[in-house]
T-cell receptor, first 108, second 111 residues
Framework: GIQVEQSPPDLILQEGANSTLRCNFS?????LQWFHQNPWGQLINLFY???GTKQNGRLSATTVATERYSLLYISSSQTTDSGVYFC??????????FGGGTRLMVKP | NAGVTQTPKFRVLKTGQSMTLLCAQD?????MYWYRQDPGMGLRLIHY???????AKGEVPDGYNVSRLKKQNFLLGLESAAPSQTSVYFC??????????FGSGTRLTVV
C-alpha cells in the first residue's frame, strides 16, 4: 500500500509565528485529508484536499498529487493550535492510512 | 446531536480477560471504523463496516472481532487481551469522502 511520511516530526513555535508541515506519499494519491488531534486526544477534520489549495481562516493546505506531496500552512500560530497534525490517504470505502504525525507546540 | 460516542473511556484489563468496546453514532452514517493509536504513532485501521450487517478486516485485525448488528452501533471485541493491545482505540463514522467524525477515544491498558 501507499506509505505516508510527515515532516518535521516535532515543531516548537512562538505564538504568532508561521509554519509549514509536509506530507509525502510513496505514490500518487487522489484522496488526502488533514486532521488535528488536540492535546485532549480529540481528532478534528481540517481539510479534504485531493488537489489544489484550500483555506480556512489561518490554515491552508495545498496538494500536488502528481508530485506526491501535500503541505499544511499555519499562519499567526496560537497556543490552541498545539497538538498533533496528521495527514491521511483515503482509499476504497473511505478507509484512511495515516502518517506518523507532526507534534506542534505553540508557546505563549 | 452527540455524534460518535465511545464507551468506556478508560479500562484496565488483566492479560487473558475479554471485553467489548461500544461505538454509537447518531448521524445515520453507513461507514464505521475502529482504529488504534499507539504512543507517538498515527492511527491504524483494525476493522471497518460499510453498512449494517457487514464487517471487514483492516491493517491490524489480529486479536479483535467486530459486529454491526444495528446501523448505529459498531462493537469491538477482545477475546483474550494481551499487553500488546494496550492502546487508545478510536471509533469513527463517515457518509462520504468528506464527512469523517471520530469519537473521543477509549484508553485501554492490559497488564
Amino acid at each position: 500500500g501507499i506509505q505516508v511520511e510527515q515532516s518535521p516530526p516535532d515543531l516548537i513555535l512562538q505564538e504568532g509565528a508561521n509554519s509549514t508541515l509536509r506530507c509525502n506519499f510513496s505514490d500518487s494519491v487522489n484522496n488526502l485529508q488533514w486532521f488535528h488531534q488536540n492535546p485532549w486526544g480529540q481528532l478534528i477534520n481540517l481539510f479534504y484536499i485531493p488537489s489544489g489549495t484550500k483555506q480556512n481562516g489561518r490554515l491552508s493546505a495545498t496538494t500536488v498529487a502528481t508530485e506526491r506531496y501535500s503541505l499544511l500552512y499555519i499562519s499567526s500560530s496560537q497556543t490552541t493550535d498545539s497538538g498533533v497534525y496528521f495527514c491521511a490517504w483515503k482509499w476504497a470505502g473511505n478507509m484512511l492510512t495515516f502518517g506518523g504525525g507532526t507534534r506542534l507546540m505553540v508557546k505563549p | 446531536n452527540a455524534g460518535v460516542t465511545q464507551t468506556p473511556k478508560f479500562r484496565v484489563l488483566k492479560t487473558g480477560q475479554s471485553m467489548t468496546l461500544l461505538c454509537a453514532q447518531d448521524m445515520n452514517h453507513e461507514y464505521m471504523y475502529w482504529y488504534r493509536q499507539d504512543p507517538g504513532m498515527g492511527l491504524r485501521l483494525i476493522h471497518y463496516s460499510v453498512g449494517e450487517g457487514t464487517t471487514a478486516k483492516g491493517e491490524v485485525p489480529d486479536g479483535y472481532n467486530v459486529s454491526r448488528l444495528k446501523k448505529q452501533n459498531f462493537l469491538l471485541g477482545l477475546e483474550s487481551a494481551a499487553p500488546s493491545q494496550t492502546s487508545v482505540y478510536f471509533c469513527a463514522s463517515s457518509y462520504s469522502l468528506y464527512g469523517y467524525t471520530f469519537g473521543s477515544g477509549t484508553r485501554l491498558t492490559v497488564v
